[in-house]
């Protein structure tokens, strides 16, 4: 057993002198770091292409639950409207404008949202 631990000690110490050893050491780093490289990025354009699908599945819903709070801004400005039409207020103008515009907005970006994710 002597024997056979001193020919192994005195071949390491013949691969160390002559930098095998480091050699070796840095042809299997660079193998690893390649492999990790390959396996990361082929999980994140997994991760990627499965975040994309279902983000891309919200799409309908979103844009129906954009165009509901379109309607109740629409309704909540009707109400609006009639009441300082009735209280004699100055500003009916600018609450019809304002009503107006917050539908529009919302409807365009429901119909705008599908263009996102083409």
Excluded at 2 to 21: D, E, H
Aim: charged letters at 15%.
């Amino acid at each position: 057993m002597q024997k056979i631990k001193k020919v192994c000690l005195r071949a390491v110490a013949r691969f160390k002198n002559s930098g095998f050893v480091r050699q070796l050491s840095l042809v299997v780093g660079a193998l690893m770091f390649a492999v990790c490289d390959a396996m990361a990025a082929s999980k994140g354009a997994a991760g990627f292409t499965k975040a994309t699908q279902e983000v891309s599945s919200y799409q309908t819903p979103v844009s129906n639950l954009m165009k509901a709070i379109a309607a109740v801004i629409v309704l909540v400005g009707a109400f609006n409207v009639y009441f300082k039409m009735q209280n004699g207020d100055q500003d009916v103008k600018k609450t019809i404008m304002l009503t107006i515009g917050g539908c529009i907005a919302f409807i365009a970006l429901s119909e705008a949202l599908p263009l996102f994710f083409n």
